[in-house]
């Protein structure tokens, strides 16, 4: 082919593929040139927003998509925490035989005191009971637990928050009181498929009836936003309490059972020129660093009422979706 119309050939097609390059960078630019501005677009996403919020906080009206999405999220939950499960399991298996020698008599050790304390316990149960029967009043101890374990923190520093990996399947039910083997670290907020949330009770927005175990005072445990401190409000200065006295679940408002260890007093100010004392208290479970949690029922009977129940709603839904 001759020379000249090979580089004739050679330009035309270098000419086509510029007006191309131009055609596609001017298509690019009225795209993103039309249409309402950045500013207005913010401004709508923004009002949606806090529409959105407002609907759900007052009326509960996403309950069902969030548990959706935790359903959609749980196996990328489990795929990110594989990695940490995975070398906290070479690490469990790469331990000295001297390591596990040692964990065991100390796990011997810890089981003879537990199982003594036991026998105590029972022992106290059995003389509560004689004694309130005396009195012709109830006490209940038949509660029943199950044990779940932690599988998630939430990093917001304004939220005291957890995800455990018990949900609907496992009876779960939103306000469902959460306990660590110490005492008391919360209840249910949301409830999905294979996993709940949990806020803790040193969430600024969590509150738990609480009475004084020495004197019986009823009172209200008011989270901080510290995993180590609990305030209880409105206390006169008159009232007989002090440090070291211990909090446990009064029972009031039926959510959680009474007579579980929630905290225990740090600290009492009395101001005399001030109504209301200050007082706070350290909650006995170590709530930054609990990993297995216990989930509470009344009874036995509760629970299985709780599963029949999920098992209800999870054939309605069933049937809608058929």
Same mark, same amino acid.
């Given at each position: 082919m001759p020379a000249g119309v090979l580089s004739g050939? /050679?330009?035309e097609s270098i000419g086509r593929v510029h007006q191309g390059r131009v055609l596609r960078r001017f298509t690019i630019k009225l795209i993103f040139t039309s249409g309402p501005s950045i500013?207005? !677009?913010l401004l709508v996403l @923004? +009002?949606?927003? $806090? @529409?959105?919020?407002? /609907?759900d906080y007052h009326f509960d009206s996403f309950e069902? &998509? !969030?548990?959706?999405?935790?359903? +959609?999220?749980? =196996? @990328? !939950?489990? &795929?990110? *925490? +594989? =990695?940490a499960e995975a070398r906290e399991y070479i690490a469990n298996s790469i331990k000295s035989r001297s390591e596990l020698l040692k964990t065991i008599e100390e796990q011997r050790t810890q089981l003879t005191l537990q199982k003594y304390q036991l026998q105590k316990l029972e022992s106290l149960k059995a003389e509560n009971i004689r004694l309130r029967s005396s009195l012709r009043s109830s006490f209940d101890i038949s509660d029943f637990v199950t044990i779940g374990k932690i599988i998630n923190v939430? /990093?917001?520093p304004f939220k005291h928050h957890v995800l455990i990996n018990k949900g609907n !399947?496992? *009876? @779960?039910s939103i306000n469902q009181p959460i306990l660590s083997s110490e005492g008391v670290i919360g209840q249910t907020v949301h409830v999905s498929w294979k996993s709940s949330e949990i806020v803790l009770i040193s969430d600024p927005s969590h509150a738990i009836p609480v009475r004084v175990n020495r004197t019986g005072l009823r009172s209200i445990a008011i989270g901080t936003g510290t995993t180590t401190r609990l305030e209880l409000p409105y206390i006169p200065t008159n009232t007989d309490i002090a440090v070291g006295d211990l909090l446990e679940t009064s029972g009031m408002g039926g959510r959680f059972p009474a007579g579980y260890p929630v905290a225990r007093i740090t600290e009492v100010t009395n101001d005399p020129g001030q109504p209301f004392a200050v007082v706070t208290a350290e909650p006995i479970a170590? $709530?930054?660093q609990v990993v297995e949690v216990l989930l509470v029922w009344r009874d036995q009977q509760? +629970? $299985?009422k709780e599963k029949k129940c999920c098992a209800c709603t999870s054939d309605k839904k069933q049937a809608d979706t058929q």
């Open positions: 050939i /050679l330009s500013i207005a !677009r @923004v +009002a949606l927003s $806090l @529409v959105l919020i407002m /609907l069902k &998509v !969030r548990s959706a999405l935790g359903i +959609a999220t749980y =196996p @990328v !939950r489990q &795929v990110v *925490n +594989a =990695p939430d /990093l917001d !399947r496992d *009876n @779960v170590k $709530l930054d509760d +629970a $299985l």
